[in-house]
């Protein structure tokens, strides 16, 4: 089974006037969908093999985040609130220290997704889970790429190497956000992809790393 952890602990600097200290944009209703960002980040997992999500926010967000939740019928929805915010990788080992503590000695696997994207196909996602549940059960540390269909500068990239099963390859490289004339270098390429900022991993593997 797959224990999705979902990062909700953005701040609301980056829309603002929409998006606000008190009211993320991750809590917003941004498409034309009638479900907020975090809510249809959690639908998209439905018809999937997954564990009730483990959730990551600020604690001043904690009521907001919990009826967004019970509005989502996950009133079972674990949350832990961070007291103030350390970006990534540490809200990453709180969930996988979380999740080991009521493991035993099993190695549970790692959904790790943003709050904040918005992701139309689906089933794409899905597939792309899919493929990769059995490098993660082999141990390994896996990141989603996504096809670029123009130079962003405003990206990180993942340099693709050798492939390890169907588009499944290994990392050769994390590129920074990259000036014009080197994006449209990587885009030419056809070896570079976005960082989508997702994972999938054993708890304490990612733990070891």
């Known amino acids: 089974m797959i224990h999705p952890v979902i990062m909700a602990g953005g701040t609301g600097s980056r829309l603002w006037p929409l998006s606000r200290q008190l009211n993320p944009k991750q809590f917003l209703k941004l498409t034309d969908s009638p479900l907020s960002m975090l809510q249809s980040t959690v639908a998209r997992l439905e018809g999937m093999d997954t564990d009730t999500p483990l959730l990551i926010c600020n604690e001043e967000h904690r009521f907001l985040a919990a ?90 990239y993942i340099h693709q190497g050798t492939e390890l099963a169907a588009d499944c390859f290994s990392v050769d490289e994390f590129v920074e956000k990259p000036d014009l004339e080197t994006a449209n270098r990587y885009l030419a390429s056809g070896k570079y992809l976005w960082n989508s900022g997702m994972f999938l991993f054993g708890a304490r593997d990612y733990l070891a790393e």
């Open 67 to 156: 009826e967004q939740m019970r509005q989502s019928n996950q009133e079972d929805v674990q949350i832990i609130l961070e007291p103030c915010g350390r970006n990534t990788a540490p809200a990453i080992a709180l969930a996988a220290l979380q999740l080991c503590q009521n493991a035993g000695d099993q190695n549970p696997l790692m959904l790790v997704l943003a709050a904040d994207h918005l992701i139309q196909n689906v089933n794409a996602f899905q597939q792309g889970v899919t493929k990769a549940l059995p490098l993660a059960r082999q141990g390994k540390l896996v990141t989603f790429g996504i096809v670029p269909h123009q130079p962003e500068t405003g990206y990180g």
